[in-house]
């Protein structure tokens, strides 16, 4: 195998397959701020829900300066639904950081040094929006790797060390996405398309006949499971809401007000909705509960304007319940 033919075929596969996508601006120099917010968007969430969502952000602070300027509460209003939080606050410092310094770093330790960009992110964007040879590695590539080589469980530094091997000097944008592209559509975890594949000739795990079997899947570890609750206030036709404190999960947001998220049990009391929500390491219960007057910092939400407040996915789905619950309850 030849890593030039390999990589000089997954490029042409890519000029005639690509992915059309909002944030790659073919044909035109690529865009750093479009190339980082798409990378930071696209962190454990999928192309589908992240390309509408680009489009409003682009929309809404069409660059790197308007975004930097713009107010926290906004721009995490804004994530609202995207979840993995922690990246809208970094988004925040970020933005603000590289506008201070005039513009991005163009090498990979540049961007590393920036608030919330790690390795992956720095190589990304150093290869597609600034052409450095980096070992741009996602889990797609991951699986590409570990098939082209026949690795069951490849090590992180095996993976980059082949990954650079392959990557081209005069087009490492272009060779990053077509890996990406190709471990999206093609290298698929279940059914991989191996007849369509540029890669096919070089592929230990193709030849095989067993493609699935490289890498070996990772047991899943079983999610703790929490309970908590908030608190329903109602005045006529608005709710209080609150925002999170900073930092922690969900830092920030928009919320119902309520206690923290323990291991014990629901609440005894007659909850107008009980919603379950999967997070990242944990599952939770959220009890919610009728209650009379506001406490704390917070403001009067009108329900005909919820979807303007910047409520993240637990918090929209338990106000959808409840105001379905209530209206059940009222036509009974």
Same mark, same amino acid.
């Given at each position: 195998m030849t890593s030039a033919n390999a990589a000089i075929r997954l490029i042409a596969h890519y000029a005639e397959n690509a992915r059309q %996508? &909002?944030?790659?601006?073919?044909?035109? $120099? &690529?865009? &750093? /701020?479009?190339?980082? %917010?798409s990378e930071v968007m696209l962190q454990?969430?999928?192309? =589908? =829900?992240?390309?509408?969502r680009f489009e409003r952000f682009i929309a809404r602070w069409p660059s790197l300066e308007a975004l930097a300027a713009a107010a926290d509460g906004d721009i995490l209003s804004e994530w609202a639904g995207l979840g993995y939080y922690a990246r809208a606050r970094n988004l925040i410092a970020c933005a603000r950081a590289v506008a201070a310094m005039g513009?991005? &770093?163009?090498?990979?330790?540049?961007l590393r040094s920036l608030p919330g960009v790690g390795e992956y992110t720095a190589a990304a964007v150093a290869a597609i929006a600034f052409g450095q040879r980096s070992a741009v590695v996602d889990t797609n590539v991951r699986?590409?790797?570990a098939r082209m080589h026949g690795l069951a469980a490849p090590l =992180?530094?095996? $993976?980059?060390?082949?990954?650079l091997a392959l990557t081209p000097a005069d087009a490492p944008g272009d060779f990053a996405q077509a890996m990406m592209d190709l471990g999206a559509t093609i290298c698929r975890p279940k059914a991989p398309r191996c007849n369509e594949c540029p890669l096919l000739p070089d592929c230990a795990a193709g030849r095989s006949g067993h493609p699935q079997a490289f890498p070996t899947a990772k047991a899943k570890a079983r999610k703790p499971h929490r309970f908590g609750t908030v608190r329903w206030i109602?005045?006529?036709?608005?709710i209080w809401l609150i925002r999170r #404190? #900073?930092?922690? %999960?969900?830092?920030g947001m928009a919320a119902l007000p309520g206690s923290d998220w323990t291991d014990g049990a629901l609440s005894s009391e007659p909850a107008l909705a009980v919603v379950r929500h999967v997070f990242t390491h944990f599952t939770l219960d959220l009890a919610v509960l009728a209650a009379g007057e506001s406490e704390g910092e917070g403001w009067w939400q009108p329900i005909a304007t919820l979807g303007d407040a910047g409520l993240p996915? %637990? /918090?929209?789905? =338990?106000?959808d319940l409840t105001l379905r619950n209530m209206d059940r309850r009222a036509a009974a």
């Open positions: %996508l &909002p944030w790659r601006e073919r044909g035109r $120099v &690529p865009d &750093p /701020y479009r190339v980082w %917010l454990q969430t999928t192309v =589908a =829900a992240v390309a509408s513009g991005f &770093p163009t090498s990979e330790a540049g699986r590409v790797i =992180a530094s095996e $993976v980059r060390a082949h990954v109602q005045r006529g036709d608005r #404190p #900073p930092s922690g %999960l969900l830092g996915t %637990l /918090y929209r789905k =338990a106000v």
